[in-house]
Nanobody, 125 residues
């Protein structure tokens, strides 16, 4: 069983930056593809970024490409999401997820096996 705990959320002004972290328990962290999802009020949960087991392959939603960067440190059982040039529309609860899937399929929530409880990111205009 893998448990995921997100941190790093908060309030930031538009144009600012935040780095989210997700710490995983368990010894099998490196076998999972990882992804960050977000859910804004009144909207469905959407995939933001995903990364392969080795970290060599990444995928981003069009809305965050060139602003967000996903990375992982398997030695620390941690995945990160560096968010730059934040916009008010980035406001959401951000979730970390792990799945025994390809990086491409990590964009489908049905394929993810484990989820964190989320961290709130609020971007003020």
């Amino acid at each position: 069983q893998v448990q995921l705990v997100e941190s790093g959320g908060g309030l930031v002004q538009a144009g600012g930056s935040l780095r989210l972290s997700c710490l995983a328990s368990g010894r099998t962290f490196s076998i999972y593809a990882l992804a960050w999802y977000r859910q804004a009020p009144g909207k469905e949960r959407e995939a933001v970024a995903a990364i392969s087991t080795s970290g060599g392959t990444t995928r981003y939603a069009d809305s965050v490409t060139e602003r967000f960067t996903i990375s992982r440190d398997n030695a620390k059982n941690t995945v990160y999401l560096q968010m730059n040039s934040l916009k008010p529309e980035d406001t959401a609860v951000y979730y970390c997820a792990a799945g025994l899937v390809t990086t491409r399929n990590a964009f489908s929530p049905d394929g993810m096996n484990h989820w964190g409880k989320g961290t709130l990111v609020t971007v003020s205009s």
